[in-house]
């Protein structure tokens, strides 16, 4: 018997006439030689490998306040587009909104199921 497809698979590598596993999975998968050479710059350069001058052109996503600005900025972001730093502050910026819209409709609830409100209370003196 002929193990060697079998241990080629166990070893990681596809047997010869097979169809190509797909080599990079995560983040890996979508590093265009674009961002490969930006990324090799950055680093020779001593430089973070993040860009950073976005920073300096508007609000971030971790300080933009709650509300439809905010909500308007994360259904434009191409999430497919994001290192895992920018990753990260686009879920805590969705969980901040979250938490805001929760806030919007526990207050409107509280308001339909409370009592109705009356007018500022008189005493009959006046």
């Known amino acids: ?3 060697a ?3 080629q698979a166990h ?11 797909e080599a990079a999975a995560g983040p890996l998968k979508a590093m265009s030689p674009g961002v490969v050479d930006y990324l090799f710059r950055q680093l020779v350069a ?4 993040e860009d950073v001058q976005w920073g300096s052109e508007g609000v971030a996503l971790s300080a933009q306040p709650p509300g439809a600005e905010l909500a308007r900025r994360l259904s434009e972001c191409d999430v497919d587009a994001l290192t895992p730093t920018e990753l990260f502050h686009y ?3 969705a969980q901040r909104l979250a938490t805001w819209a929760e806030s919007l409709r526990e207050d409107a ?4 199921c409370g009592a109705p409100r009356q007018g500022p209370v008189r005493s009959p003196q006046e």
């Open 1 to 3: 018997m002929n193990n």
């Open 5 to 7: 497809p079998e241990r």
């Open 11 to 21: 070893e990681g590598r596809a047997p010869r006439g097979s169809a190509p596993q």
């Open 46 to 49: 001593g430089e973070p490998a």
């Open 91 to 93: 879920v805590r910026a």
């Open 109 to 112: 609830v509280g308001r339909y």
